[in-house]
């Protein structure tokens, strides 16, 4: 029984949304999240990526 994390109402399992409030199921909801996540991540390692060829690339040791 999906439970509304709104209202605290308990839905019909095959429900998108909450019968009461009209609000998205937790099941249907996290589905989302969990891909913005994940390009999330994809982000991060390539701006790690992008800091290491920029260490390799620029001059050090110019200033002083
Ligand atoms: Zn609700």
Redesign the pocket.
Known sequence: MPK?L??Q?DNPPNDAE?G????PLPEHAHRAPQRRQRRFMWFCIGLTVFCFAMMLWLPRGTIG
Request: net charge neutral; with cysteine; aromatic share 12%.
């Open positions: 509304c709104y209202c109402q909450c009461t409030c009209g609000m």
